[in-house]
């Protein structure tokens, strides 16, 4: 075999390269279109093309990635000396911001538990992304997970302290909730408890009741 014919049956068929590049255009056109929304405050339409973008982003090899050069340098000199650091691609960066934009909409939308699941899809892709950080932790406080969103905030003022102010004002935020719900808990705790005390009450009245005959 020749050269030439060699290097015809190795190469990526032009087909599969324009495939990828076409993929990868429309998902980003198609998450810039969902962030539009969002700011637009139309909520729904922006999941939906952030949903979409992820349709096209679902199955794109790395390797096709790489070579179309699209593959990104580690971030920093250090994770380039880490044996254990992985190299990101342009659809990773793509995925960590999509996944962190949907945590927005599901705040926005009340729905906590779906903003805790979309901020742990981009934390998965970069940990440190600080807005799905906040993200994670204002929807647990919402869920009454006090506790653990406290963590996650304080994690964020050590390693950005740039948002030490936005995290403290989010705790400050979160404990008075957590205050309000400890207090309905406990008026409701009370208030079963003064029951149960009166039905022993009534119990104890009726035993002393003679019975007809």
């Known amino acids: 075999m020749s050269a030439e014919s060699s290097t015809s049956a190795t190469a990526a068929p032009a087909s599969h390269v324009?495939?990828?590049?076409?993929?990868?255009?429309t998902a980003k056109q198609l998450k810039d279109t969902g962030d539009q929304a969002f700011k637009a405050?139309?909520?729904?339409?922006a999941l939906g093309s952030y949903h979409q973008s992820l349709m096209y982003l679902h199955g794109l090899d790395k390797?096709?990635?790489?070579?179309?050069?699209?593959?990104?340098?580690?971030v920093s000199s250090d994770e380039a000396k880490d044996k254990d650091a992985k190299e990101k691609t342009e659809v990773d960066e793509l995925l960590e911001k999509i996944y962190a934009n949907m945590s927005a909409c599901h705040l926005k939308n009340q729905n906590w538990a779906r903003a805790v699941d979309t901020a742990d899809k981009a934390l998965k892709?970069?940990?440190n992304n600080y807005k799905a950080m906040?993200?994670?932790?204002?929807?647990?406080?919402?869920?009454?997970?006090?506790?653990?969103?406290?963590?996650?905030?304080e994690d964020i003022k050590k390693k950005n302290p740039t948002d030490v102010a936005i995290c403290d004002q989010e705790i400050v935020?979160?404990?008075?909730?957590?205050?309000?719900?400890?207090?309905?808990?406990?008026?409701?705790?009370?208030g079963f408890l003064n029951k149960?005390?009166?039905?022993?009450?009534l119990g104890n009245e009726s035993d002393g009741t003679p019975v007809p005959a």
Do not use: Y
Request: glycine share 8%.
């Open 134 to 153: 906040f993200r994670k932790g204002k929807a647990l406080g919402e869920q009454g997970f006090f506790e653990k969103a406290v963590k996650i905030l």
């Open 41 to 45: 405050g139309k909520v729904k339409e």
């Open 196 to 201: 149960e005390k009166a039905k022993g009450a």
């Open 63 to 74: 390797n096709a990635l790489q070579s179309l050069g699209m593959a990104s340098a580690p």
């Open 125 to 127: 892709k970069n940990e």
């Open 18 to 25: 324009i495939s990828v590049q076409q993929k990868l255009d």
């Open 173 to 190: 935020r979160l404990r008075v909730i957590d205050q309000a719900r400890e207090k309905v808990h406990k008026q409701k705790l009370k």
